[in-house]
């Protein structure tokens, strides 16, 4: 419970590297998670120093190419989003914003902040996750058991993380550095390092539902 209560998106990070055998400790954890007949389903890439540099100045070079995400970007949320999802997608960029001091209509701001999604944060190890084609919705849920363990394991180590989807806009750069076979599809990176604890972006926390939005409890006296 406390690694779950511990656990928050971290988006900015330490100048501090990150061991290999700390990072394997937490992988092989990772690989723990459950999985509907043990498919293990996921892939993962992982990134650092030199060649964590080399595929950032890829990404900086398809972001002059192609602004606004790179030919044929899966969505990363539904299209019309529904209440009660829409309020609380807004809530948490208005919490987000705030807490660096950025107005509503700063957009400029606000695309500043977003495009560090492209740069880990800062981070220096990146995570990248793929799954085989073949993969239905149940075995996609099980590699986000396997993203959350992951996360919680770097939790306990004294190491912070944020999932990212943003990448999904840069799939083709993404697929193309790391080699990732046709016949995967690439999901979401995952920035991982020592959190900054003086940034103020690290310091807020985000806001959940509570249970009787979200649980249908029948049979309880
Ligand atoms: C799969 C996944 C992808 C996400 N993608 C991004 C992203 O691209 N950029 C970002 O800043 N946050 C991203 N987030 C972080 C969410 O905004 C965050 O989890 C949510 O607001 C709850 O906040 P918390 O993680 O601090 O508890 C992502 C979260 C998940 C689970």
Redesign the pocket.
């Given at each position: 419970m406390s690694a779950i209560k511990d656990?928050?998106?971290v988006?900015a990070f330490l100048d501090k590297p990150v061991p290999k055998s700390l990072l394997e400790d937490i992988l092989k954890m990772a690989q723990q998670s459950p999985s509907g007949g043990n498919l293990q389903p996921w892939h993962v890439y992982v990134t650092a120093g030199a060649d964590r540099a080399a595929f950032l100045e890829k990404v900086q070079a398809s972001i002059k190419a192609a602004p606004m995400g790179e030919p044929d970007s899966p969505d990363?949320y539904p299209p019309k989003l529904k209440e009660p999802y829409k309020a609380r997608r807004a809530q948490?960029g208005y919490d987000?914003y705030s807490a660096l001091g950025i107005p509503k209509d700063d957009k400029m701001a606000g695309i500043k902040q977003?495009m560090k999604?492209f740069e880990f944060?800062g981070a220096p190890i990146g995570i990248f996750f793929a799954i085989d084609k073949t993969m239905g919705r149940p075995q996609w849920s099980h590699m986000?058991m396997y993203?959350q363990s992951l996360m919680l394991a770097a939790v306990e180590r004294g190491l912070g993380t944020?999932?990212?989807?943003?990448?999904m806009l840069r799939h083709q750069t993404v697929r193309e550095h790391f080699e990732i076979p046709q016949e995967m599809d690439v999901?979401?990176?995952l920035a991982l390092g020592y959190p900054d604890p003086d940034h103020p972006i690290n310091n807020y926390?985000?806001q959940r539902a509570s249970l009787d939005e979200v649980v249908t409890f029948r049979g309880f006296k």
């Open positions: 656990r928050f998106s988006r990363i948490c987000m977003v999604n944060f986000g993203i944020c999932p990212q989807e943003a990448w999901y979401c990176g926390r985000t």
